[in-house]
Protein backbone atom coordinates (compact mmCIF):
# COMPACT_ATOMS: atom_id res chain seq x y z
CA UNK A 1 0.00 0.00 0.00
CA UNK A 2 1.47 3.55 -0.89
CA UNK A 3 -0.18 6.62 -1.71
CA UNK A 4 -3.81 5.02 -2.78
CA UNK A 5 -5.60 5.02 1.30
CA UNK A 6 -8.19 7.15 -0.15
CA UNK A 7 -8.24 5.72 -3.66
CA UNK A 8 -9.00 2.12 -1.72
CA UNK A 9 -11.32 3.33 0.67
CA UNK A 10 -13.29 4.95 -2.13
CA UNK A 11 -13.52 1.78 -3.39
CA UNK A 12 -14.46 -0.18 -0.82
CA UNK A 13 -17.10 1.87 0.30
CA UNK A 14 -18.22 1.57 -3.38
CA UNK A 15 -18.60 -2.14 -3.54
CA UNK A 16 -20.95 -4.55 -2.55
CA UNK A 17 -18.96 -7.26 0.27
CA UNK A 18 -19.27 -10.65 0.15
CA UNK A 19 -17.43 -12.81 2.21
CA UNK A 20 -14.51 -14.44 0.71
CA UNK A 21 -12.12 -17.31 0.66
CA UNK A 22 -10.68 -17.53 -2.68
CA UNK A 23 -10.13 -14.95 -5.45
CA UNK A 24 -8.55 -15.09 -8.62
CA UNK A 25 -7.77 -11.87 -10.10
CA UNK A 26 -8.23 -12.20 -14.53
CA UNK A 27 -7.68 -9.71 -17.00
CA UNK A 28 -3.36 -9.11 -16.54
CA UNK A 29 -2.18 -7.53 -19.52
CA UNK A 30 0.07 -10.04 -20.83
CA UNK A 31 2.46 -7.37 -22.27
CA UNK A 32 2.84 -3.60 -20.86
CA UNK A 33 5.85 -1.10 -20.11
CA UNK A 34 6.11 0.72 -16.67
CA UNK A 35 9.53 3.33 -16.19
CA UNK A 36 12.49 2.08 -14.35
CA UNK A 37 14.95 4.49 -12.67
CA UNK A 38 18.50 4.31 -13.97
CA UNK A 39 19.86 6.17 -10.52
CA UNK A 40 19.14 8.13 -7.53
CA UNK A 41 20.78 11.39 -8.13
CA UNK A 42 22.68 13.50 -5.62
CA UNK A 43 20.14 16.12 -6.47
CA UNK A 44 17.08 14.06 -5.29
CA UNK A 45 16.61 13.17 -9.55
CA UNK A 46 15.96 10.13 -10.77
CA UNK A 47 15.76 9.29 -14.53
CA UNK A 48 13.56 6.75 -15.69
CA UNK A 49 13.68 4.50 -18.81
CA UNK A 50 10.50 2.44 -20.09
CA UNK A 51 10.83 -0.98 -19.28
CA UNK A 52 8.91 -3.75 -21.33
CA UNK A 53 7.25 -6.85 -19.80
CA UNK A 54 5.73 -9.82 -21.01
CA UNK A 55 3.92 -12.90 -19.49
CA UNK A 56 0.73 -14.45 -18.09
CA UNK A 57 1.65 -13.56 -14.61
CA UNK A 58 4.17 -10.29 -15.40
CA UNK A 59 5.14 -8.19 -13.75
CA UNK A 60 4.51 -10.39 -10.39
CA UNK A 61 7.10 -12.94 -12.10
CA UNK A 62 9.79 -10.11 -10.86
CA UNK A 63 11.14 -10.43 -7.57
CA UNK A 64 8.75 -9.04 -4.80
CA UNK A 65 9.13 -8.50 -1.39
CA UNK A 66 6.67 -8.56 1.49
CA UNK A 67 4.95 -5.35 3.91
CA UNK A 68 2.90 -6.13 6.75
CA UNK A 69 1.65 -3.26 8.50
CA UNK A 70 0.56 -3.11 12.31
CA UNK A 71 -1.22 -3.75 13.98
CA UNK A 72 -0.38 -7.06 13.45
CA UNK A 73 1.32 -10.26 15.38
CA UNK A 74 3.04 -12.27 12.56
CA UNK A 75 3.35 -16.17 13.77
CA UNK A 76 4.85 -17.42 10.24
CA UNK A 77 5.87 -16.48 7.25
CA UNK A 78 7.01 -19.38 4.13
CA UNK A 79 8.17 -18.77 0.56
CA UNK A 80 7.75 -21.59 -1.85
CA UNK A 81 9.08 -22.26 -5.18
CA UNK A 82 7.98 -24.59 -7.41
CA UNK A 83 10.65 -27.89 -8.61
CA UNK A 84 10.76 -28.95 -11.94
CA UNK A 85 12.12 -32.11 -13.42
CA UNK A 86 15.72 -31.02 -14.24
CA UNK A 87 16.83 -30.37 -11.43
CA UNK A 88 20.90 -28.63 -11.44
CA UNK A 89 22.84 -29.21 -8.60
CA UNK A 90 25.70 -26.90 -7.84
CA UNK A 91 28.08 -26.44 -4.92
CA UNK A 92 29.45 -23.51 -3.09
CA UNK A 93 32.84 -21.97 -1.39
CA UNK A 94 32.39 -22.59 2.30
CA UNK A 95 31.80 -19.50 3.34
CA UNK A 96 29.09 -18.67 0.52
CA UNK A 97 27.08 -21.65 2.09
CA UNK A 98 27.15 -20.31 5.17
CA UNK A 99 25.40 -16.87 3.77
CA UNK A 100 24.23 -17.61 0.83
CA UNK A 101 19.71 -17.97 0.34
CA UNK A 102 19.95 -17.22 -3.00
CA UNK A 103 16.91 -16.99 -4.86
CA UNK A 104 18.32 -15.13 -8.03
CA UNK A 105 16.00 -15.72 -11.37
CA UNK A 106 17.82 -15.93 -14.77
CA UNK A 107 15.37 -15.97 -18.40
CA UNK A 108 16.26 -18.83 -20.49
CA UNK A 109 18.61 -18.15 -23.11
CA UNK A 110 18.66 -20.69 -25.43
CA UNK A 111 18.73 -21.03 -29.26
CA UNK A 112 15.43 -23.10 -29.73
CA UNK A 113 12.44 -23.45 -31.98
CA UNK A 114 10.44 -20.87 -32.33
CA UNK A 115 7.18 -22.53 -31.12
CA UNK A 116 8.71 -23.80 -27.29
CA UNK A 117 9.89 -19.73 -27.14
CA UNK A 118 6.76 -18.50 -24.94
CA UNK A 119 7.50 -21.89 -21.94
CA UNK A 120 11.10 -21.08 -22.47
CA UNK A 121 10.14 -17.11 -21.36
CA UNK A 122 8.93 -18.96 -18.06
CA UNK A 123 11.94 -20.63 -16.64
CA UNK A 124 13.37 -19.57 -14.30
CA UNK A 125 16.42 -20.56 -12.29
CA UNK A 126 15.83 -20.97 -8.96
CA UNK A 127 18.68 -21.08 -5.87
CA UNK A 128 17.70 -21.86 -2.38
CA UNK A 129 19.92 -23.39 0.57
CA UNK A 130 18.17 -26.75 1.79
CA UNK A 131 19.99 -29.09 4.48
CA UNK A 132 22.68 -26.26 4.75
CA UNK A 133 23.40 -26.85 0.67
CA UNK A 134 22.81 -24.37 -2.14
CA UNK A 135 20.75 -26.16 -5.24
CA UNK A 136 19.36 -24.91 -8.09
CA UNK A 137 16.50 -25.94 -10.39
CA UNK A 138 15.03 -24.71 -13.47
CA UNK A 139 11.62 -23.15 -12.27
CA UNK A 140 8.87 -24.58 -14.91
CA UNK A 141 5.51 -24.58 -13.55
CA UNK A 142 4.07 -25.74 -16.88
CA UNK A 143 5.02 -28.90 -19.13
CA UNK A 144 9.22 -29.50 -19.75
CA UNK A 145 10.72 -27.46 -22.88
CA UNK A 146 13.91 -29.61 -24.63
CA UNK A 147 16.66 -29.49 -21.87
CA UNK A 148 19.25 -27.17 -22.49
CA UNK A 149 22.92 -27.41 -21.60
CA UNK A 150 23.08 -26.18 -17.95
CA UNK A 151 23.95 -22.76 -17.78
CA UNK A 152 26.65 -21.58 -15.94
CA UNK A 153 26.54 -20.79 -12.21
CA UNK A 154 25.82 -17.04 -10.98
CA UNK A 155 28.57 -15.44 -9.38
CA UNK A 156 26.93 -15.24 -5.45
CA UNK A 157 27.84 -11.96 -4.19
CA UNK A 158 29.69 -10.92 -0.95
CA UNK A 159 27.12 -11.07 2.51
CA UNK A 160 26.34 -7.67 3.60
CA UNK A 161 28.59 -5.78 5.66
CA UNK A 162 26.98 -6.35 8.89
CA UNK A 163 27.34 -10.42 8.07
CA UNK A 164 27.40 -11.42 12.00
CA UNK A 165 24.15 -12.13 14.05
CA UNK A 166 22.71 -12.58 10.76
CA UNK A 167 19.70 -14.27 10.62
CA UNK A 168 20.79 -17.21 8.82
CA UNK A 169 23.86 -17.49 11.83
CA UNK A 170 21.40 -16.98 14.29
CA UNK A 171 18.67 -19.50 13.48
CA UNK A 172 19.53 -22.90 11.50
CA UNK A 173 17.64 -23.35 8.27
CA UNK A 174 14.37 -25.95 8.89
CA UNK A 175 15.03 -29.47 7.88
CA UNK A 176 13.81 -29.88 4.59
CA UNK A 177 14.53 -32.47 1.89
CA UNK A 178 16.84 -32.08 -0.73
CA UNK A 179 15.16 -33.55 -3.95
CA UNK A 180 11.32 -32.62 -3.02
CA UNK A 181 10.23 -33.86 -6.16
CA UNK A 182 9.21 -32.97 -9.76
CA UNK A 183 6.56 -30.68 -9.70
CA UNK A 184 6.58 -30.44 -5.85
CA UNK A 185 7.15 -27.22 -4.29
CA UNK A 186 10.14 -26.32 -1.95
CA UNK A 187 10.01 -23.99 1.11
CA UNK A 188 12.80 -21.30 0.40
CA UNK A 189 12.14 -19.03 3.13
CA UNK A 190 10.82 -19.40 6.70
CA UNK A 191 10.31 -17.08 9.71
CA UNK A 192 8.94 -18.55 13.12
CA UNK A 193 7.81 -16.78 15.78
CA UNK A 194 7.55 -18.58 18.55
CA UNK A 195 10.56 -20.26 18.20
CA UNK A 196 12.89 -17.42 17.08
CA UNK A 197 13.59 -19.41 13.52
CA UNK A 198 13.97 -17.18 10.63
CA UNK A 199 16.09 -18.65 7.50
CA UNK A 200 15.88 -17.11 3.37
CA UNK A 201 14.62 -14.16 4.74
CA UNK A 202 16.15 -10.61 5.88
CA UNK A 203 14.10 -8.04 8.38
CA UNK A 204 14.12 -4.13 7.01
CA UNK A 205 12.01 -0.84 7.25
CA UNK A 206 11.65 2.31 5.86
CA UNK A 207 13.72 3.88 9.08
CA UNK A 208 16.82 5.04 7.07
CA UNK A 209 16.36 8.90 7.53
CA UNK A 210 20.25 10.09 6.57
CA UNK A 211 19.11 11.56 2.98
CA UNK A 212 15.59 12.11 3.68
CA UNK A 213 15.11 15.68 2.83
CA UNK A 214 16.80 14.52 -0.62
CA UNK A 215 15.16 11.41 -1.11
CA UNK A 216 12.75 10.32 1.64
CA UNK A 217 13.27 7.41 4.21
CA UNK A 218 14.69 4.54 2.95
CA UNK A 219 15.66 0.85 4.28
CA UNK A 220 17.55 -0.24 7.19
CA UNK A 221 17.62 -3.49 9.34
CA UNK A 222 14.88 -3.25 11.86
CA UNK A 223 15.22 -3.37 15.42
CA UNK A 224 13.54 -7.44 16.88
CA UNK A 225 10.40 -5.12 18.49
CA UNK A 226 10.17 -4.05 14.72
CA UNK A 227 10.06 -0.39 15.95
CA UNK A 228 13.55 0.64 15.56
CA UNK A 229 16.77 1.11 13.36
CA UNK A 230 19.22 -1.73 14.18
CA UNK A 231 23.28 -1.79 13.54
CA UNK A 232 22.71 -5.20 11.85
CA UNK A 233 20.46 -7.90 11.12
CA UNK A 234 17.53 -8.96 13.37
CA UNK A 235 14.98 -11.69 13.53
CA UNK A 236 11.79 -10.17 14.88
CA UNK A 237 10.24 -11.19 18.10
CA UNK A 238 6.39 -12.86 18.64
CA UNK A 239 5.58 -9.63 19.02
CA UNK A 240 2.70 -7.03 18.12
CA UNK A 241 3.48 -4.38 15.56
CA UNK A 242 2.30 -1.04 16.68
CA UNK A 243 -0.80 0.66 14.50
CA UNK A 244 1.56 2.22 10.79
CA UNK A 245 4.83 0.58 11.72
CA UNK A 246 5.59 -1.58 9.02
CA UNK A 247 8.43 -4.39 8.20
CA UNK A 248 9.71 -5.17 5.03
CA UNK A 249 10.32 -8.76 4.19
CA UNK A 250 12.60 -9.18 1.40
CA UNK A 251 15.40 -12.36 0.42
CA UNK A 252 18.78 -12.88 2.23
CA UNK A 253 20.67 -12.01 -0.56
CA UNK A 254 22.18 -8.73 -0.42
CA UNK A 255 22.31 -6.37 -3.63
CA UNK A 256 25.59 -5.99 -5.19
CA UNK A 257 25.32 -3.46 -8.03
CA UNK A 258 22.70 -6.58 -9.23
CA UNK A 259 19.37 -5.13 -7.81
CA UNK A 260 19.21 -1.60 -10.23
CA UNK A 261 18.61 1.41 -8.58
CA UNK A 262 18.97 1.39 -5.09
CA UNK A 263 18.75 4.34 -2.56
CA UNK A 264 22.16 5.78 -1.63
CA UNK A 265 22.65 4.52 2.03
CA UNK A 266 20.05 2.13 1.51
CA UNK A 267 20.06 -1.68 3.08
CA UNK A 268 19.23 -2.86 -0.07
CA UNK A 269 18.33 -6.85 -0.68
CA UNK A 270 16.89 -8.94 -3.06
CA UNK A 271 13.51 -9.92 -3.21
CA UNK A 272 12.02 -13.58 -3.66
CA UNK A 273 12.31 -14.41 -7.00
CA UNK A 274 11.00 -16.86 -9.92
CA UNK A 275 8.03 -16.98 -12.23
CA UNK A 276 6.05 -19.24 -10.08
CA UNK A 277 6.59 -18.33 -6.10
CA UNK A 278 3.75 -19.11 -3.16
CA UNK A 279 3.97 -16.54 -0.05
CA UNK A 280 2.23 -18.04 2.62
CA UNK A 281 1.52 -15.77 5.97
CA UNK A 282 -0.37 -16.72 9.62
CA UNK A 283 -1.16 -13.59 11.64
CA UNK A 284 -3.76 -11.92 13.82
CA UNK A 285 -5.18 -8.30 13.31
CA UNK A 286 -5.85 -7.12 16.72
CA UNK A 287 -8.56 -3.79 17.51
CA UNK A 288 -6.37 -1.24 18.95
CA UNK A 289 -9.36 1.20 19.10
CA UNK A 290 -6.54 4.11 17.55
CA UNK A 291 -8.23 6.60 16.07
CA UNK A 292 -5.17 8.79 15.63
CA UNK A 293 -2.53 9.17 13.17
CA UNK A 294 -1.39 8.08 9.80
CA UNK A 295 -3.39 4.42 9.07
CA UNK A 296 -5.08 4.13 12.66
CA UNK A 297 -6.19 0.47 13.37
CA UNK A 298 -5.94 -0.78 9.38
CA UNK A 299 -3.42 -3.56 9.33
CA UNK A 300 -2.24 -5.25 6.03
CA UNK A 301 -0.26 -7.79 4.21
CA UNK A 302 1.09 -7.01 0.72
CA UNK A 303 3.34 -7.36 -1.68
CA UNK A 304 5.58 -5.04 -3.48
CA UNK A 305 8.04 -5.33 -6.68
CA UNK A 306 11.42 -5.33 -4.74
CA UNK A 307 12.53 -2.27 -6.90
CA UNK A 308 10.32 -0.37 -5.07
CA UNK A 309 11.34 -0.78 -1.63
CA UNK A 310 15.08 -0.61 -2.93
CA UNK A 311 14.57 2.66 -4.21
CA UNK A 312 11.89 4.92 -2.02
CA UNK A 313 8.61 3.06 -0.92
CA UNK A 314 6.62 6.48 -0.54
CA UNK A 315 8.10 9.02 -3.01
CA UNK A 316 8.21 9.29 -6.49
CA UNK A 317 11.24 7.80 -7.19
CA UNK A 318 10.03 4.44 -8.05
CA UNK A 319 8.31 1.80 -10.70
CA UNK A 320 5.03 2.12 -8.96
CA UNK A 321 3.40 5.12 -10.43
CA UNK A 322 4.48 3.61 -13.90
CA UNK A 323 2.71 0.04 -12.82
CA UNK A 324 5.62 -2.25 -11.80
CA UNK A 325 3.30 -4.37 -9.82
CA UNK A 326 1.55 -4.07 -6.01
CA UNK A 327 -0.54 -7.37 -4.63
CA UNK A 328 -2.44 -6.25 -1.86
CA UNK A 329 -3.11 -9.54 -0.20
CA UNK A 330 -4.80 -8.84 2.97
CA UNK A 331 -5.48 -4.97 3.93
CA UNK A 332 -7.93 -3.27 6.12
CA UNK A 333 -8.78 -0.23 4.33
CA UNK A 334 -10.79 1.50 7.38
CA UNK A 335 -9.77 2.20 11.00
CA UNK A 336 -11.51 -0.27 13.01
CA UNK A 337 -12.58 -2.08 10.19
CA UNK A 338 -13.26 -6.00 10.51
CA UNK A 339 -12.66 -7.18 6.96
CA UNK A 340 -9.78 -6.71 4.26
CA UNK A 341 -9.34 -6.65 0.68
CA UNK A 342 -7.37 -7.97 -2.34
CA UNK A 343 -6.43 -5.62 -4.76
CA UNK A 344 -4.02 -5.57 -7.54
CA UNK A 345 -1.94 -2.19 -8.60
CA UNK A 346 -0.48 -1.56 -11.78
CA UNK A 347 -0.59 1.98 -12.61
CA UNK A 348 -1.65 2.44 -15.94
CA UNK A 349 -1.55 -1.10 -17.35
CA UNK A 350 -4.04 -2.62 -14.66
CA UNK A 351 -6.00 -1.83 -11.39
CA UNK A 352 -8.76 -3.75 -9.57
CA UNK A 353 -10.03 -4.32 -5.81
CA UNK A 354 -11.70 -8.00 -5.35
CA UNK A 355 -15.00 -7.17 -3.55
CA UNK A 356 -14.85 -10.40 -1.82
CA UNK A 357 -14.16 -9.36 1.80
CA UNK A 358 -11.81 -11.16 3.73
CA UNK A 359 -11.85 -11.75 7.77
CA UNK A 360 -9.37 -9.74 9.91
CA UNK A 361 -8.62 -12.12 12.62
CA UNK A 362 -9.19 -10.07 15.36
CA UNK A 363 -8.66 -13.07 18.03
CA UNK A 364 -6.59 -15.91 17.04
CA UNK A 365 -4.96 -15.98 13.70
CA UNK A 366 -5.29 -16.38 10.14
CA UNK A 367 -3.72 -18.21 7.65
CA UNK A 368 -3.26 -16.82 4.13
CA UNK A 369 -1.70 -17.12 1.01
CA UNK A 370 -0.76 -15.83 -2.10
CA UNK A 371 0.12 -17.78 -5.17
CA UNK A 372 1.98 -16.47 -8.44
CA UNK A 373 1.79 -19.84 -10.79
CA UNK A 374 -0.43 -21.91 -12.82
CA UNK A 375 -0.87 -18.85 -15.14
CA UNK A 376 -2.67 -17.21 -12.40
CA UNK A 377 -2.13 -14.65 -9.50
CA UNK A 378 -4.84 -15.46 -6.41
CA UNK A 379 -5.20 -15.37 -2.52
CA UNK A 380 -6.68 -18.23 -0.29
CA UNK A 381 -7.57 -18.67 3.42
CA UNK A 382 -5.93 -21.83 4.14
CA UNK A 383 -7.49 -24.02 6.93
CA UNK A 384 -6.30 -23.46 10.40
CA UNK A 385 -4.69 -26.95 10.57
CA UNK A 386 -2.66 -25.80 7.41
CA UNK A 387 1.03 -26.77 8.47
CA UNK A 388 3.87 -24.20 6.37
CA UNK A 389 5.89 -27.88 5.84
CA UNK A 390 8.94 -27.76 4.37
CA UNK A 391 7.47 -29.54 1.02
CA UNK A 392 4.19 -28.28 -0.60
CA UNK A 393 3.04 -31.47 -2.89
CA UNK A 394 1.96 -30.15 -6.62
CA UNK A 395 -1.36 -31.71 -5.45
CA UNK A 396 -1.95 -29.69 -2.53
CA UNK A 397 -1.02 -26.94 -4.74
CA UNK A 398 -3.57 -27.29 -7.32
CA UNK A 399 -6.06 -28.33 -4.55
CA UNK A 400 -5.89 -24.37 -3.21
CA UNK A 401 -5.79 -22.68 -6.22
CA UNK A 402 -8.72 -24.84 -7.99
CA UNK A 403 -11.44 -24.15 -4.93
CA UNK A 404 -14.79 -24.79 -5.77
CA UNK A 405 -15.43 -21.60 -4.10
CA UNK A 406 -13.47 -19.42 -5.67
CA UNK A 407 -14.62 -15.91 -6.64
CA UNK A 408 -13.21 -14.47 -9.96
CA UNK A 409 -12.77 -10.94 -10.79
CA UNK A 410 -11.20 -9.04 -13.32
CA UNK A 411 -9.15 -6.15 -13.43
CA UNK A 412 -9.51 -2.95 -15.68
CA UNK A 413 -6.87 -2.73 -18.03
Same mark, same amino acid.
Given at each position: ???????????? @????? $??????????????? $?? &?????????????? &????? &?? $??????? %????????? /???????????????? /?????????????? *???????????????? +?????????????????????????? &?????????? /????????????????? @?????????????????????????????? *???????????????? @????????????????????????????????????????????????????????????????????????????????????????????????????????????? %??????? *??????????????????????????????????????? /? +?????????????????????????????????????????
Amino acid at each position: MRSHVAVGIALA @ASLTS $TAAQSIKFLGLPTSA $TY &SKPQVLAADGSCPM &SPYSY &SG $TVAPFDE %ELSMIFRGP /IQIAQIAVYNQQAPSK /IKRSRHAHQRRHGH *LHDQMEAKRDVEAEVE +AKIEERQEVYATINGKVDSWANDYFG &SPPTPAPAAP /IAQPPPPKAAMGSVEET @APAPEASTNVGAGNWARTAYYEASSGTATG *LSFLQNNNWVNYLTYG @AVLGYVSSDGQAQSGQPAILEDTLLPDNFEIVVSSAQACNGDCGAVAPDATAYHGFAGANKIFMAEYSMPLTGDQSGLNPDKPGFWLLNSQIVNTVQYAACSCWISGCG %EFDVHEV *LATGATVGYATLHGGPNFQGQAPGAIARPTTGTIKIVAV /I +AAGQVSVHVLPADFSFDSTLSSDAVSAIINSPDIQEFSLTV
